[in-house]
């Protein structure tokens, strides 16, 4: 009995302490003043980009972190804006096909690197989905030398036979159903470039979309020499204009397609050529990822790193709404970055850890992630020294819950860690509730996760304390429809932040368990980027 009231409280002691640490106060100003109109959207490569860097650095600096980056709180990013110029378009084919493509009305193309001229001249070849996966036995190249070659693709991951439900994940999206994926493994191949054939139900957008997001200026980094030479041009093509080619050359997509949803699928050489070429403009840009370090306490122990990140950037200033042009990204994402500033603040005066922590808030992830893939491919220690990566994207201002969400709970023992940290709390992980639209891909975790590193987005469920059932979606529907990437993402001062208190402290807890044990997270088996040997 003694033993047991002592054990309760020093439980109780233990929660009081927490409790202090993450302080709402804390967050709020940071997020107030994050989300200010003064930081002007807080754009990359802008004045008040600029502004956000330098206030990151001196809180990280107040905070008493070291400097992660060679002496420095800030690790420079290059970033490429390349725009292929309309008037220089040519998409001529030829062979046993003859056409000419539009821009943009029957292709989409753009430069596969940071260059300013792109082209490629060579045969189509149809590679199905573009998949090679060992971990679900599936090779669509079947050793096919496609070297120099433009290769035409399927989009999304081949679905799942009812004999084979879990194939791919199901429903669910894996990386191989990524038009990111399709494009590395086709320069991993060799290839001079690569077409991806749309479809407006397997990409869950019509074409009108991929002429929004793809027909202007695309951000990227310059060209990493360690990775493989890159495509001459990425690019879409209506099914329409796909099917027309192919028949000509006397291929039927619709078959063809049948055909790709088979292990037993070869790729076909088509005797169709193409000729793409285009300019390019290039203007350099450079922004910045903040960077700290946390040093542990155990001389050997200290070399491993728990990776804490969130990204710092937003939209900037645009087209105004309602007579407002600054898009403030309060939520998306001054609020992660409040929290982990809070956070870094628990860590650094709290209780000594074995391991270190480094604390990233990276740049241009609004960019396409940009920030953290560099951050991944120019590592502040090397890879195999970092044990897991914890990231906030949209930290909870809504109250607290019940209940978590987790992107990538399921592709790592993460996951289940979180779930017995929070179970005692009353609390659950909930499921992801679009697992067919890859959040796991679109967040700057995955750049971690794509180098190795068991990682995880956390925030906050749906299901919130004293409201409704439901109230929590419709809420989240709101927002979708409402404020995200608009200028009505705004901090209020009514925002409820014991929410954002409540997560703070969960990953505070989870950071200390992660820097304490002597155990490594480890991939699920099925998992995409399971970590290699000898990284
Ligand atoms: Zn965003």
């Known amino acids: 009995m003694r033993i047991l009231l002592t054990a309760v409280t020093l439980g109780l002691a233990a929660t009081v302490v927490g409790a202090q640490e993450i302080k709402e106060r804390e967050i709020r100003a940071h997020l107030e003043f994050l989300s200010s109109d003064l930081l002007e959207g807080r754009a990359p490569a ?168 793809w027909a202007k200026e695309q951000r990227m980094l310059p060209r990493s020499p360690q990775l493989p030479a890159p495509l001459g041009f990425r690019g879409w093509i209506t099914e329409q204009s796909a099917a027309d080619l192919l028949r000509q050359a006397g291929l039927d997509l619709a078959r063809l397609r049948r055909d790709a949803e088979s292990r037993s699928f070869r790729p076909v050489n088509t005797g169709i050529t193409m000729d793409v070429a ?148 009353g609390m659950r992980i909930s499921p992801d509730a679009h697992p067919e639209r890859g959040y796991f891909y679109r967040s700057d975790h995955f750049a971690f996760a794509k180098v190795g590193i068991p990682s995880v987005s956390i925030g906050e469920g749906d299901d919130f304390v004293g409201r409704p059932a439901g109230w929590g979606a419709q809420q989240a529907d709101d927002y979708t429809t409402h404020r995200y990437h608009q200028p009505g993402d705004e901090y209020r001062a009514d925002w409820d932040l014991r929410g954002a208190v409540q997560l703070t402290t969960i990953i505070l807890e989870l950071t200390r368990e992660l820097a304490n044990s002597a155990v490594w997270p480890e991939w699920a088996q099925t998992a995409e980027f399971r970590r290699r040997p000898n990284m």
């Open 46 to 213: 802008t004045r008040g980009g600029a502004l956000t860097e330098n206030y990151l650095a001196a809180q990280l600096r107040y905070l008493g972190l070291e400097p992660a980056n060679n002496g420095s709180y800030l690790q420079r990013v290059p970033i490429d804006v390349v725009a292929a110029e309309r008037s220089t378009m040519r998409a001529a084919v030829r062979g046993k096909a003859t056409a000419t493509l539009r821009y943009p009305d029957d292709v989409v193309l753009w430069a596969g690197s940071s260059t300013t001229r792109s082209a490629a001249n060579a045969e189509l070849v149809f590679v199905g989905y573009g998949v090679t996966a060992p971990e679900f036995r599936w090779d669509d190249y079947k050793n096919l030398d496609v070297r120099g070659k433009i290769l035409l693709v399927l989009v999304n991951d081949p679905p799942a036979p009812s004999a084979e439900p879990a194939l791919f994940g199901g429903n669910a999206m894996t990386y191989y159903g990524r038009w990111t994926y399709k494009f590395e493994e086709a320069e991993r191949r060799g290839a001079a470039g690569m077409l991806i054939v749309h479809n407006t139900e397997r990409a869950g957008y019509g074409w009108p979309t991929v002429v929004g997001s």
């Open 278 to 425: 285009f300019s390019n403009t290039v203007q350099n840009l450079e922004s910045h990822n903040v960077v700290g370090r946390i040093p542990g306490s155990d001389s050997v122990a200290s070399k491993e790193h728990i990776l804490l990140s969130a990204h710092w950037d937003h939209l900037g200033i645009g087209p105004a709404v309602n007579g407002d042009s600054i898009y403030n990204g309060a939520l998306d994402n001054a609020s992660g970055t409040a929290n982990l500033l809070a956070l870094s603040h628990a860590l650094a005066h709290g209780a000594k850890m074995r391991r270190s922590v480094l604390v990233a808030f990276v740049t241009a992830e609004e960019s396409g992630l940009l920030g953290s893939e560099y951050l991944a491919l120019n590592p502040l220690v090397p890879t195999a020294q970092i044990v897991a990566n914890l990231n906030v994207d949209g930290g909870n201002v809504l109250g607290e819950t019940r209940d978590l969400t987790v992107l990538g709970d399921t592709k790592s023992s993460l996951g289940p860690q979180i779930a017995a940290l929070i179970r005692p709390k």
